[in-house]
C-alpha cells in the first residue's frame, strides 16, 4: 500500500502477532494510509522497541509525534511487555486500566511502559 497523504495521519495501529507484525498509518477515521510489515512476537524477542522504531521512522519522521495502538502478542509473555489477562465480558474502564503506555514515541528503546488508567 503507499502513502495517500502524510498529512492526514492520526495514529498508528499494530497487530504484533506470533509469526509477524503488521503496522498502519491510520487517518482520524481509522482508514490504512500505509502498511509496514516486520517480525512477530518470537523473532523480536528484546528487540520489539527497535523494531517498532525502525519500522515507523519514516511515518513519524514525516508526522511527527504519532499515538500508537499495539494488540496481539506484544502483550504477552513473549511480547514487549506482559499485559494481564481481563475476564471476558470487560467494561471499557477495565480495559482502560490495564492499557500500558511506551514513553516517547521516538526513543521507545530507552523508555519504559508505565501503566495508564
Same mark, same amino acid.
Given at each position: *500500500? #503507499?502513502? $495517500?497523504?502524510? @498529512?492526514?495521519?492520526?495514529?498508528?495501529?499494530? @497487530?504484533?502477532?506470533?509469526?509477524?507484525?503488521? !503496522?498502519t498509518?491510520?487517518d482520524?477515521?481509522?482508514q490504512?494510509? @500505509?502498511?509496514?510489515? =516486520?517480525?512477530?512476537?518470537?523473532e523480536?524477542?528484546? &528487540?520489539?522497541?527497535?523494531?517498532? @522504531?525502525?519500522? #515507523?521512522?519514516?511515518?513519524?519522521?514525516?508526522? =511527527?509525534?504519532?499515538?500508537?495502538? !499495539? #494488540?496481539?502478542? $506484544? =502483550?504477552?509473555?513473549?511480547?514487549?511487555?506482559? $499485559?494481564?489477562?481481563? &475476564?471476558?465480558?470487560?467494561?471499557?474502564?477495565?480495559?482502560?486500566a490495564?492499557?500500558? *503506555?511506551?514513553?516517547?514515541?521516538?526513543?521507545?528503546?530507552?523508555?519504559? *511502559?508505565?501503566?495508564?488508567?
Open positions: *500500500m #503507499s502513502l $495517500v497523504s502524510k @498529512d492526514l495521519a492520526a495514529f498508528i495501529a499494530g @497487530d504484533w502477532g506470533t509469526s509477524n507484525l503488521r !503496522l498509518l491510520c482520524a477515521e481509522g490504512a494510509l @500505509d502498511v509496514r510489515k =516486520g517480525p512477530g512476537a518470537a523480536s524477542r528484546g &528487540k520489539h522497541a527497535e523494531i517498532f @522504531d525502525t519500522l #515507523s521512522a519514516e511515518w513519524r519522521c514525516a508526522n =511527527g509525534a504519532l499515538p500508537a495502538v !499495539l #494488540s496481539g502478542m $506484544v =502483550g504477552s509473555t513473549i511480547g514487549w511487555r506482559e $499485559v494481564p489477562y481481563l &475476564k471476558c465480558p470487560a467494561r471499557p474502564s477495565a480495559i482502560s490495564t492499557t500500558l *503506555m511506551a514513553g516517547s514515541p521516538f526513543n521507545t528503546s530507552h523508555n519504559p *511502559m508505565r501503566k495508564i488508567g
